[in-house]
């Protein structure tokens, strides 16, 4: 199972290079992916499978007890089956569906590909993270398909309301489902429902199963944000019919029927569910009635018919599972080809307005047959799959009990409803439009109309299986328990021929009514105009009766609030906002501190004299800074508290840590010196001295509310240090001496994972606010600057003696030698601008720096280093190529870019994390190989040194970057102002 979720995502991210060297032709290998996955899938055996699921299960947090486990049963079988099949002609139908022309083809190709495999992996998930994890992956997928046509603002809007309806109950359901694991002690969804919990539930486990509701009921639009799914037709037609059809709406249904077995227990829950079921059927119906647009007609029908399998599925007794189950084959069995009918009416005839569509089955038979007989089916005529399964539903709820036969009068009306816009659809697709001209005759490829033929046969065919189509489908019904009235049960059958009796009466009531209603199209659609709230009711009342409406109030409400808000809190000035924040920290902290008790007993306010003497040097060096008028000195004074707190660190006896502490504050320093070329020298004066008081009581509140936190904090303490058990566990697991580098590129491998990736983020967000055209821009080497041009020349420079500027070697003078200058790029420079000492130190140090940093990085895992502080040595020597040459010397030091180290170091880490897997570990998992290697001896290998060397390469891009946009680009921009 789980080499079919990768196979999707192969295939997901060679999609558009797919469709960039082969157009829209690449959908057809595409395809071949959901479709050996669902070949895979139809070889299995459901009755092995409901006896036995199969399990895979990997290891992912085991923490957190979080691995990726996924199961499959005879639910997930049918579901994974639908996702896969129905997914495989929907991408052969996009193949004619686009043209090769189609602005984001290549995003598109991959973001369906990447969909279909996150449905799979939605359905076969068993731990409830990594199903909600494919549940929000279905979220933004979705989304970006929605959005397709960014251009149109109808687009946009639809993307929008769908992403946030959605992910609000998705949230919800998130809460509900983990509050179900802490209750029953596991995440597996299988064990959730199987526990014994579900035979005493109280207001906890109903409180948890409504907020699954909600977000079932939003994943698949039901009442009240169903408005997300119609709008969600400016998408291009295939995600219509794979998405809203066959895929995504579905997962809600999916949800509730998962947790059948226990909702089975809480007849409360149930009841909620049918009732938002029938109504949103009712309303659903009632709405495609009055559509002239095909596709929203069918959008509408869609939201109908997802209430009529949400009311059946939310009963929860054998039969009704057995029932809703068939149910949600057929409607995939019927929406899909019908979503794929109006897409090849669209493209080909340029509307899907019924009333200017006039004569479509005399040019197109084939495709008007396909709609047809899908449109039968969906109004449950004989004897099509629709039918068999509605026939289902109907006697599941007639043999249920009083309130089932209540909830049964409700989804006869609605299929009355459905009878109705079935016929509606027929006629304004393929029959005549009084008024509108014929339209012209084309030609359609089998390939564009060949996918819904293939959807349809099996619709034609399944209804002839009947009986093994129920024994698959009762693998999961039997699973629901049968309580209470319900315990007799087994009076539900799938078949083409049902018994004659009150439910086959409803099926001819329901398709006679709708009939009727169909033929009174004209008076009907008077009667809605007549009744529609929009007719009678404005201002409040109408938005409240309006679900979108009311959507949009809300969203408007947000973004009012929020411009109320903004300006209070976000002036643009950096001293007000982190006051705010700091202010916020006092508030927090100080009603704590204030209730403590005393001071800790064992507070010991130094180990040695030289502490306090540290302590008064960063105290002055902290209170210079904060009275200094010129920036670069309150630079240099901050450097000096962070090289204090270094040797804090090292008299703890963590010279890792203080060497660590030192580079990180060096390279901050260079950072801050070069951004402040762009900045007043001094810092602006306050003309008020209440503004300065009030800074100086936020600054010394805020060290005494961090003081007395750390105090307090350190005292709390109520387990015993774990750093003496760090020592053996870095050697034998880790394979290290050296427990801080161990803990971080192994222990904690996550945490730096996650922290290299900020500093990724970190850099593009410097060089974003520096570049303004793009990027990564071509390196200047020195070969290719114009003889005699140099660079940092200034207009207030003034003339010197011209002896006084010759510093490299003539080529008379030293006849034969190539190093005429201490470094490459030391004639690019102007002469005034020139520092022959520092030109001397960076040619001796860099290389000594280099290999330094190379052996911190190697030696990291026994000794003070590691891959982070390698990379900071190896950037600060760069930046000291950088000061002393200029941005020619950088180039000639690294003539790489930054992006290219960047994204190389972050290859380097992922693949540190995947390679174990491929040999039966874990992700990130150390392995120690030991090498006798001649003169060197016995030599130690880890593997997390991989990780070290991705994290190496990043801080130097992180640097390199850093030096590209404040240093260069800035040069650059000086430069310009100076002609």
């Not at 207001?203 to 009240?224: D, Q």
């Not at 089955?361 to 039968?376: H, K, N, T």
């Not at 990291?860 to 990379?871: D, E, I, R, S």
Request: with cysteine; hydrophobic share 55%.
């Amino acid at each position: 199972m789980l080499l079919v979720l990768v196979a999707h995502l192969a295939a997901a991210l060679l999609g558009p290079v797919a469709v960039r060297a082969i157009g829209r032709n690449a959908f057809y290998p595409l395809a071949v992916v959901p479709a050996l996955s669902a070949v895979w899938l139809a070889s299995m055996s459901p009755a092995q499978l409901a006896e036995e699921p199969r399990v895979e299960s990997v290891p992912w947090i085991p923490q957190l007890g979080i691995s990726l486990t996924f199961r499959l049963d005879t639910l997930s079988w049918v579901m994974a089956l639908l996702a896969t099949g129905i997914g495989t002609l929907v991408l052969l139908y996009c193949a004619r569906y686009f043209k090769d022309t189609e602005p984001g083809l290549g995003r598109f190709a991959g973001v369906l590909t990447a969909f279909a495999g996150a449905m799979v992996g939605l359905v076969l998930a068993d731990d409830v993270m990594v199903m909600f994890v494919f549940w929000e992956l279905t979220t933004i997928f979705s989304y970006l398909l929605i959005g397709h046509y960014a251009e149109k603002q109808a687009s946009r809007r639809a993307a929008i309301n769908a992403l946030i309806s959605t992910t609000a109950g998705g949230l919800a359901m998130f809460v509900g489902l983990l509050m179900l694991g802490e209750r029953a002690g596991t995440l597996s969804l299988a064990g959730i429902v199987e526990d014994p919990m579900w035979r005493a539930p109280d207001a906890f486990l109903v409180t948890a199963l409504l907020l699954i509701t909600a977000g079932a009921a939003s994943k698949s639009a039901l009442l009240p944000t169903h408005f997300w799914l119609p709008g969600a037709m400016a998408a291009p037609t295939p995600v219509s019919a794979y998405l809203h059809a066959a895929a995504m709406v579905k997962a809600g249904v999916y949800m509730v029927l998962r947790l059948d077995p226990a909702i089975a227990h809480v007849p409360s829950v149930g009841t909620v569910i049918a009732v938002l079921g029938a109504a949103t059927m009712l309303l659903g119906g009632w709405r495609a009635l009055r559509q002239t647009d095909i596709k929203l007609l069918l959008a509408y029908g869609t939201v109908s018919q997802l209430g009529f399998l949400m009311a059946v599925a939310g009963i929860a007794t054998p039969d009704a599972a057995l029932a809703a189950t068939a149910m949600l084959v057929a409607h995939a069995a019927f929406k899909a080809p019908l979503f794929m009918v109006v897409g090849i009416i669209d493209k080909k005839f340029g509307t899907r307005d019924l009333r200017m569509l006039s004569g479509v089955w005399r040019v197109a038979p084939v495709v008007a047959a396909i709609g047809v007989l899908s449109a039968a089916s969906m109004a449950a005529v004989p004897p099509l799959l629709g039918f068999v399964a509605k026939e289902a539903i109907f006697t599941a709820l007639w043999e249920g009990g009083t309130g089932q036969r209540v909830l049964l009068i409700a989804l006869v009306v609605g299929s009355i409803l459905t009878v109705a816009y079935s016929w509606r659809f027929v006629v304004g697709a393929f029959g005549r439009a009084g008024g509108a001209p014929p339209v012209r005759a084309v030609r359609i490829p089998w390939g564009f109309w060949a996918p819904p033929a293939v959807i349809v046969a099996a619709s034609l065919a399944l209804p002839f299986a009947s009986h093994p189509f129920e024994e698959v489908l009762r693998g999961f019904s039997e699973t629901v328990p049968a309580l209470g009235e319900h315990a007799e049960h087994g009076a539900v059958h799938l078949t083409m021929l049902p018994h004659l009796g009150v439910p086959l009466a409803l099926s001819g009531l329901a398709l006679g009514l709708g009939a009727v209603l169909a033929v009174l199209a004209r008076p009907l659609e008077r009667l809605q105009r007549a009744v529609s709230p929009q007719r009678w009711t404005d201002g409040r009342i109408g938005v409240l009766l309006d679900a979108e409406r009311g959507f949009r109030a809300i969203m408007r409400a947000v973004d009012g609030l929020a411009i109320l808000v903004t300006p209070l809190y976000q002036r643009g000035s950096l001293p007000f906002t982190l006051g705010t924040m700091l202010v916020v920290t006092i508030a927090l902290a100080a009603p704590i501190l204030i209730w403590q008790n005393p001071l800790p007993d064992n507070l010991v306010p130094f180990v040695t004299p030289v502490e306090v003497l540290l302590l008064v040097v960063a105290a002055v060096a902290a209170i210079g800074a904060a009275r200094a008028r010129r920036r670069l000195r309150a630079v240099f004074l901050i450097t000096v508290t962070g090289y204090v707190v270094a040797l804090y660190f090292l008299l703890a006896g963590a010279p890792d840590v203080a060497m660590t502490q030192v580079l990180v504050e060096t390279m901050m320093t260079v950072v801050l010196v070069l951004a402040l070329r762009r900045l007043p020298v001094y810092f602006s004066r306050r003309p008020l001295d209440l503004d300065r008081w009030v800074r100086w009581a936020i600054a010394i509140g805020t060290a005494a509310a961090m003081c007395g936190v750390a105090v307090y904090a350190a005292a709390a303490r109520t387990q015993s240090p774990l750093g003496k058990d760090l020592i053996e566990a870095a050697y034998t697991i880790g394979g290290g001496h050296n427990v801080v580098n161990v803990t971080l590129v192994d222990a904690r491998v996550w945490d730096t994972f996650g922290e290299i990736s900020v500093l990724l983020v970190v850099a593009t967000g410097v060089a974003s606010l520096i570049f303004v055209t793009r990027r990564e821009q071509a390196i200047s080497r020195v070969s290719s600057l114009r003889t005699g041009r140099t660079i940092w020349n200034r207009r207030i420079d003034g003339e010197l003696p011209r002896n006084l500027l010759e510093f490299d070697t003539r080529p008379e003078d030293v006849a034969g030698n190539r190093w005429r200058t201490w470094l490459s790029a030391g004639r690019t420079l102007a002469p005034q601008r020139r520092m022959v000492v520092l030109e001397v130190i960076t040619r001796l140090s860099f290389p000594l720096m280099m290999m330094f940093s190379v052996y911190l990085l190697m030696a990291g895992h026994n000794h003070p280093g590691g891959g982070f502080a390698g990379g900071l040595v190896a950037g600060i020597a760069l930046t000291l190529r950088y000061i002393a040459g200029g941005r020619y010397e950088l180039s000639e030091a690294a003539p790489v870019q930054a992006g290219l180290v960047l994204g190389v170091g972050m290859a380097t880490a992922v693949l540190a994390g995947v390679v174990p897997v491929a040999f039966g570990g874990s992700v990130f998992s150390t392995a120690t190989p030991v090498l006798h290697v001649p003169v060197l001896g016995e030599v130690h290998l880890p593997t997390a040194l991989l990780f070290d060397i991705g994290v190496y390469l990043v801080v130097i891009g992180v640097v390199l970057d850093i030096l590209r946009s404040l240093g260069s680009q800035i040069d650059l921009h000086q430069e310009a102002e100076d002609g």
